[in-house]
């Protein structure tokens, strides 16, 4: 009963296993665990005079162990680029139709070469209705969307949802959030993660 698209990028295939390992409320930061330095290293200390013992004598030049090489510098490549990504639009609900329109763009500073959106619902959709090209099911009450490459500064990419409720309650609760960003990090995730409620009185409520 599940549809799933051909013409879907690899990215929206990854994100889609994303959304199903993380919860359903909004997604929980992980604290990254501080490398401790390691203890300096202390010089041995007569405990009669409390000076330091005399070092070893150094190796003959002939004799010395040949001096490690410098690590070369990381290259920009090894650094994870750093975007951000944005959502804006309207959400608009009556009867049992729910209409989504967005906007998604990137205000950089680097580029995003793929990226995914999620939409969850607080209601379960009618399972027999035609998804966009660019989107595939993320069960009962979610839908998933490809935005695609993403230039910094770069015009918005829009995504049109015309969707069908399998029942007909009085509101609906629209979630938005980005599952995928090219692997670039977002610094500020306050502009891509959205929660929107919605009466069934057919007005647009922006996001």
Excluded at 97 to 124: H, K
Excluded at 133 to 144: F, H, I, N, Q, T
Aim: with cysteine.
């Amino acid at each position: 009963m599940l549809m799933l698209s051909r013409r879907l990028l690899m990215p929206l295939s990854v994100a889609v296993a994303v959304a199903a390992a993380t919860a359903v409320p909004a997604a929980t930061a992980v604290p990254v665990p501080t490398p401790v330095a390691g203890s300096a290293v202390v010089a041995d200390i007569d405990p009669v005079t409390f000076a330091a013992e005399p070092a070893a004598p150094a190796a003959p030049a002939a004799l010395a162990e040949p001096a490690a090489s410098a690590a070369p510098p990381a290259s920009a490549a090894s650094v994870a680029s750093e975007a951000d990504v944005v959502h804006r639009g309207h959400v608009a609900f009556w009867s049992d139709q729910l209409e989504i329109r967005l906007r998604t763009a990137n205000r950089g500073p680097a580029d995003v070469s793929a990226s995914t959106v999620r939409l969850r619902f607080s209601e379960p959709l009618a399972v027999r209705q035609q998804l966009p090209a660019d989107c595939l099911w993320g069960g009962r009450a979610a839908v998933l969307c490809e935005t695609g490459a993403l230039a910094k500064d770069g015009p918005a990419r829009r995504t049109a949802l015309d969707l069908r409720l399998a029942g007909r309650p009085a509101e609906v609760v629209v979630r938005v959030d980005t599952v995928w960003s090219g692997g670039a990090r977002d610094a500020d995730s306050g502009n891509d993660t959205h929660t929107v409620l919605a009466p069934s009185t057919g007005d647009p409520y922006a996001f």
